[in-house]
């Protein structure tokens, strides 16, 4: 075959094809044949390229390589059976490192199936390919080189962007978690046991921060306030307005020879005016329930602030929902909320739950006051004693499917009237 050199105009159409103006593409050759491979010379004719013989080992100094455009690797040389293999072992280890320097090879071998895992970027030919079939090659891989550069490029600028995303994330996990611990700061580190009352909670947030908040606190020598916020969704935002409840609850009126208790209808409309005063976004609003015990008189006074109404369980397993008038808090500043009053007996139950442990708790809710559908298990649990029922509780919110990634935050404060508790038994104040 022919191989005249190409005509000048025909040299600078490839050149401006295969190659930035004034740059010609570079070739580096590894040439494993008992003689130098036509193609070579071929090559070394043409205008476009230059040719030049590399020695790859793991330890070159692979700065060299970075004038590379593609390698054109000739196995053709007749070894023993034993120095073949060594020769294919050879040749994988040098394309290995070609990429991972993201260098193209043109392989010419009669043994192409030693190279099929070097599927990217690797094209086999036989030995005795025309050399205009081997240039074709050569220039294929040569033309997508700058494409490769480029891809490189970015590849390494989205490897420092993700090193750079992966600190910040870091650091936003790192404060989510001291806002964790800082929100159950704002928890009761140990429930207050009033003679003969006794209180229980469970506190599962769906994710670092809480939309959920509960407290039980004293008011005075015969009555102790108790209440469950629930903020719209969860996370951050969320967490920050049951910090905000935290603060902004005020269950006393201070006077000049003393204090009044504030009613919970005067509680939950003092709170509704500071959050509407606040001027939430219009999707930032907060349920909540609001409870005073009368430790003396055995009774409850309460009201609701568009919360799921508590379950009231008798000792004989009987069931009701304590009912209240009155909307979310934080929407409408001159909303009314009612004030109901329960009379509390032995063996009573009143479970407080925000919306989360809806689903665990109830199959289907038909409008108020009707009863909604308890799930089996759950409705089995209501008698349990209360370090049962919370254990058990717990097991089945961590058997519930999706457990792992819960969609919404879940609390749950439960008061017990244990008349028959041993009197010489210790009762935790606040």
């Not at 192409?112 to 074709?136: H, L, N, R």
């Not at 040569?142 to 390494?156: E, M």
């Not at 996990?173 to 207050?192: G, Y």
């Not at 409870?291 to 008798?314: F, R």
Request: net charge negative.
């Amino acid at each position: 075959m022919n191989h005249e050199a190409a005509p000048s105009h025909v040299s600078a159409q490839n050149r401006s094809r295969f190659a930035t103006p004034g740059e010609t593409v570079a070739i580096g050759v590894i040439d494993y044949g008992a003689r130098p491979h036509e193609a070579i010379a071929h090559l070394n004719e043409a205008g476009w390229c230059e040719c030049d013989k590399v020695n790859i080992t793991a330890d070159n100094d692979f700065g060299r390589l970075r004038s590379v455009d593609v390698i054109l690797l000739v196995d053709g040389k007749p070894l023993t059976e034993l120095e073949d293999r060594n020769q294919c072992r050879a040749i994988q280890d040098t394309l290995e490192l070609l990429r991972k320097r993201r260098i193209g090879s043109v392989i010419l071998t009669e043994r192409a199936w030693q190279y099929a895992k070097f599927d990217a970027g690797v094209v086999c030919m036989p030995v005795g390919s025309t050399t205009d079939a081997i240039e074709g090659a050569v220039r294929a891989i040569a033309h997508v080189r700058p494409l490769i550069r480029q891809i490189d490029k970015q590849y390494l600028s989205m490897q420092r962007l993700g090193r750079t995303l992966q600190r910040r994330f870091e650091e936003t996990d790192r404060e989510l978690q001291l806002a964790s611990r800082l929100q159950r700061d704002f928890l009761p580190k140990n429930l207050p046991q009033p003679d003969p009352f006794r209180f229980s909670s469970i506190f599962r947030p769906c994710s670092w921060v809480s939309g959920d908040i509960f407290d039980v606190f004293r008011l005075d020598e015969d009555h102790w306030g108790f209440y469950l916020a629930d903020a719209v969704g969860h996370g951050v935002a969320a967490g920050l307005l049951t910090m905000y409840i935290k603060h902004a609850i005020r269950p006393k009126r201070i006077l000049r020879n003393g204090y009044e208790l504030l009613s919970p209808a005067e509680v939950l409309g003092h709170l509704n005016e500071l959050l509407t005063a606040q001027r939430l976004p219009d999707s930032q609003f907060i349920t909540g329930w609001y409870g005073i015990l009368d430790v003396k008189s055995k009774s409850l006074e309460y009201a609701v602030a568009g919360h799921p109404p508590p379950l009231l369980i008798s000792s004989d397993g009987s069931l009701r929902e304590l009912h209240g008038e009155g909307c979310v808090l934080g929407i409408n500043p001159v909303e009314q909320y009612s004030n109901e009053t329960a009379k509390l007996e032995p063996g009573d139950r009143l479970i407080l739950y925000s919306d989360g442990l809806e689903p665990t708790l109830i199959t289907h809710r038909p409008p108020l006051p009707i009863l909604p559908e308890f799930e089996p298990a759950a409705s089995d649990l209501f008698q349990l004693p209360a370090d049962s029922f919370i254990t058990e509780m717990r097991s089945l919110l961590d058997n519930a499917p999706g457990s792992l990634a819960q969609d919404d935050d879940v609390s749950l404060l439960m008061l017990d009237y244990d008349a028959y508790r041993p009197q010489d038994e210790p009762i935790a104040g606040r």
